[in-house]
């Protein structure tokens, strides 16, 4: 399947054959085919028309390549009657199961141009609470790879914490921030996903990033300092980082999933993002913490992203559980830093369900030193 430009190529035609009726509050969807289903049309969809399905998805992997995002391609894929087909969160699960499948691969088209290489007027935080009200969009950041973390917040580390030629590790790289970071710094950096979504993000920035350079006067990015990305679990850091014969090991950042809030894979074992429940999840966080200690100079830094999340209304204290298995495992704790946080999809439901429950408008970034 090519893709030449005309998105309304890729509207399938039997889309118009598709409608969306609410019947006393509920949802029903009418197939091309004719038959009538509740709810969702997808389980229909790969039940009975397997091929058709897997030609949609590859549709909404090409789109992605191409720049849309999952709510111009959710409009895209629209009923015949106007009416919304799919929710973006089932286009984009669809995507990460394709890729993480290998049955095709994020390629995005290569950005054409940067606007400016390092932030302007960029000052250290001093204080215990940082608010990034603009995600920085210096050299190729973006917000592309969901729940990425603003560049501010690695660059801040990396500052205080690193020289120049140290070794940092991110451990839950994701889209690769913290390493784009690490390289205009001038820092050895290696980045662990389990994602195949996230790898191949990583390895598209970070060539991007070099072909960009290398036509532009105003940088310089020196070739030894290149992040190398590796589609690992962090919970075999130890034994990647021996592989990789990497030690001194100054500064961890880890920016985990915040239990199933947003999912990662689909089918995954090692994804964190797919652990139900809390003490599973703080069991790994608890072997996560060891593998820091291992690898960890002994005056390292490990820095630990993480929020709370609501469940059924109630809070789950992800921060506080994890700060404590840290302490427990020896950790010494420079700071915590609350950072400002502007959506919690996980109360928006209950504020109008439950009384006084309020939006959670913070994380905690959890600084700890080895000894
Ligand atoms: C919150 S995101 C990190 C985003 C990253 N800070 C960035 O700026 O792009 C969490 C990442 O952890 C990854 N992940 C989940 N379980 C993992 C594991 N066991 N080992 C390594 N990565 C994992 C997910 O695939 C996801 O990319
Ligand atoms: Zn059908």
Redesign the pocket.
Known sequence: MEYNGEESKYRPVELSRVSVTYKDGRRFITCFCGEEVSHSIVPHLKKCHREKWQDWEKAFVILKNHGYSWKKIMHLFSAGDGKLLFSWTVIENSVKEVIESGRLQYVPIPKEMVKQWEPNNFSLEGTTVWDFPRRGDWAIHSGN?R???PPQIPRNLIIRYTQEGDVII?????????LIEAWLLRRRSIG????KL?IQTMKANLSDMEELAKKDDRISLDSNYRPVVINA???ELSNVLEQQNVNNVKLICA???YLGSIR??TNNE????LIRDPDIFYGKIRDFSREVKKILTDDGVCAILIGDIRRSGEVVPLGLNVLNIFVAEGFKLDNIVIKTQNRDSSSEFWVGHKSNILLMAHEYLFILRKA
């Open positions: 790879y729940g990425n973390w991110d451990a839950f790289a994701g889209g690769g921030t913290t662990l996903d389990i994602s996230a679990n962090a919970l920016h985990p999933p990662y894979t090692e994804d964190l993002a």
